[in-house]
């Protein structure tokens, strides 16, 4: 029984998955035969590939038909691990620009400015992997769209198994993660074997006609299909090794590598000072209702990036508020938001983003019933990839972000943005007063120093009959005790306040502005149980590329970090599941969240009236 039980399991997995990936096969366009004028494009080829005159010229052509600022050339004689990676992992950027844009990293053809925006010159020669990451760059500043398209003419560069851990790294896939999952229903394949060899053979007939029922028919046409397809028990461990024994670096590794050198100086200067020193002393009253009545919630240390240092959130009886106690000094916020969100953490912080399409639309369409914006501001806005999304709600609405990182001038030459304001919001609410009449604060109080300070300055820049959107993590949702430090949103060192909604409603109250609408459950994001999984991860076996680790990188250390990221793996698999299921389910019933909104009119006005600044 337990034999035709996995033998159904596998052979299920196996077709649905092949019929996923083949959807994607399927859905890629093929450019159109013969050689058609186009408007003058840049061209970045990667090492090893031809790019025909005719080819080009039609890409060209193509792009001008649609509309496209990029077009990402797929050749269609890709190899075949080539071509599985590219269904499992290809992302053309979608209406808002927030997409991942992952092609195979074999020809970019550019409009003229893209590169210009994004401050990037047209490189002579480049790798794969560095194509791939260009592409996921370029495909930010695009002012229209982006496209993945099948060129038949274009020949693929021979596949390198040695470089295979450097693309994977390039389309920011954690390589032994997307190892562990392939080896997966290899493992189970092989316990088959010994219940049922049977079926097993059933099981393997169908694991090799996989990549047939992938690729047959469709535009792709992988040059090795049926050597990597017949033999596949024996291609797929050969392709496993060669990946996981690679040690080529793209020069986006080695830029990376040295940016982490070069940052190691300054990480061994401050903390050859001690980190105590970024601490404030210790309050004895709530900041938020002046109780003395304070307890301990927990201590935790930076479980993200594991920058040295303990941390302690307290907890106020009288009014519920939970926060940072001793603080952290103004020295301290700066050491420890180093390099998350830009600098060494900016791919990071990208790829985490770009992930929360779903949360930024569901925050927009919040005002939907009440009102339609002309001008909004986001504060905190970082890259704007909120505003990015948002536009697809209020195509209209003239969106602005403001922000002390460089990002959000970025953000203004991605086109996310009309106007950048970086600085402190408390330091320009005198020169943007009257300006906006949407002002939004997303997972930005909980950051901030003090919180009463943004609220008087955001109601004093809103017109009568503004609005103010906010969204916070939820401190009183009930798995947050469960999970203990672990918890994201508790996230320490740099969330110093966590609000209950209760507090933040009497607040807006308080300043002149009527609470409209909130969302609790329905504001819930679904991801509990797998970053708590993958901090406690983190913690066990961390990163020693990072320059404040202080550990020590050796042979074993590495194979140590290996095993243990490929025994979390089902962990977090379980983790994404329960966040799919478990999680939803506990919000629906008690009516909240891990985060909730909340959407506040400024009295005086329906409607609000707002003065445009002068160009």
């Known amino acids: 029984m337990t034999g035709i039980a996995l033998a159904a399991l596998l052979i299920a997995g196996f077709l649905l998955n092949g019929l996923r990936l083949r959807g994607r096969a399927a859905a890629l366009p093929v450019l159109p035969s013969g050689d058609s004028p186009g408007v003058p494009l840049r061209a970045v080829v990667a090492e090893g590939v031809a790019l025909d005159e005719a080819t080009r010229r039609t890409a060209a052509a193509y792009a001008a038909q649609r509309g496209d600022d990029i077009v990402d050339l797929v050749p ?157 028990p024996v291609y797929e461990p050969y392709v496993w090794v060669r990946t996981m024994t690679g040690r080529w670096l793209s020069e986006t590794d080695r830029d990376a590598t040295l940016a982490r050198e070069g940052a190691r100086g300054y990480y061994d200067r401050e903390l050859d000072k001690g980190v105590e020193r970024f601490l404030e002393p210790r309050r004895k009253t709530c900041p938020w209702c002046g109780s003395g009545g304070l307890s301990v919630r927990l201590r935790s240390q930076d479980l993200v990036y594991r920058k040295p240092g303990t941390f302690t959130l307290e907890h106020c009886g009288s009014c519920g508020h939970v926060f940072q106690n001793p603080r952290l000094t103004p020295e301290g916020l700066d050491f420890y938001y180093r390099d998350f969100y830009d600098g060494i953490g900016a791919a990071s912080a990208e790829t985490v983003f770009t992930a929360s399409s779903h949360d930024y639309l569901a925050r927009a369409r919040m005002l939907e019933p009440v009102a339609t914006p002309k001008r909004w501001l986001d504060v905190g806005s970082g890259h704007a990839h909120f505003c990015a999304a948002a536009r697809q709600v209020w195509p209209d609405t003239v969106f602005d972000g403001l922000d002390q990182g460089a990002g959000i001038e970025e953000a203004a030459r991605r086109g996310w943005i009309a106007h950048a304001h970086r600085g402190s919001f408390l330091d320009l609410a005198g020169e943007i007063q009257g300006v906006y009449d949407v002002v939004s604060m997303h997972h ?104 404040w680790s202080g550990i020590r990188r050796t042979a074993a250390q590495r194979i140590w970090r290996g095993v243990v990221w490929t025994v979390g793996v089902p962990v977090l698999l379980l983790g994404l599941l329960l966040d799919r299921t478990a999680s939803p389910v506990v919000a629906r019933r008690t009516g909240t969240g891990n985060a909730f909104r909340v959407l506040a009119r400024k009295d005086g006005g329906t409607e609000a009236q707002f003065v445009l600044p002068a160009d």
């Open 76 to 232: 269609r004689n890709l190899p075949v691990t080539a071509a599985r990676d590219l269904v499992r992992h290809m992302s053309p950027l979608d209406g808002n620009g927030l997409g991942k844009g992952l092609g195979p990293g074999s020809a970019l053809l550019i409009v003229p400015g893209v590169l210009d925006r994004a401050e990037l010159k047209e490189p002579p020669a480049i790798s794969t992997p560095d194509l791939i990451t260009l592409a996921r760059r370029l495909k930010h500043y695009v002012r229209d769209r982006s496209g993945l398209v099948v060129a038949p003419t274009l020949h693929a560069a021979p596949d390198d198994l040695s470089r295979r851990r450097a693309r994977l790294r390039a389309a920011g896939t954690i390589p032994p993660i997307d190892q562990t999952l392939a080896l997966v229903p290899y493992a189970l394949l092989v316990a088959e074997a010994f219940v049922s060899w049977p079926l097993a053979l059933v099981c393997l007939a169908v694991y090799c006609l996989q990549p047939y029922l992938i690729f047959a028919g469709t535009a792709l046409r992988p040059r090795d299909l049926h050597l990597a397809a017949l033999l596949r």
């Open 444 to 547: 930005y109080l909980e950051h901030t120093r003090d919180p009463d300070l943004e609220l008087d300055a955001a109601a004093r820049i809103l017109p009568p009959g503004g609005h103010l959107l906010i969204e916070l993590p939820d401190p009183e949702w009930r798995l947050g005790r469960l999970f203990g430090k672990y918890w994201m949103p508790w996230f320490q060192p740099q969330h110093q306040h966590m609000m209950p909604i209760g507090n933040v409603k009497q607040a807006l109250s308080d300043r002149g502005l009527t609470v409209i609408a909130e969302e609790r459950a329905t504001a819930h994001q679904r991801n509990d149980f797998v970053t708590a999984a993958y901090l406690w991860f983190n913690g066990v076996a961390p990163d020693p590329t990072l320059p």
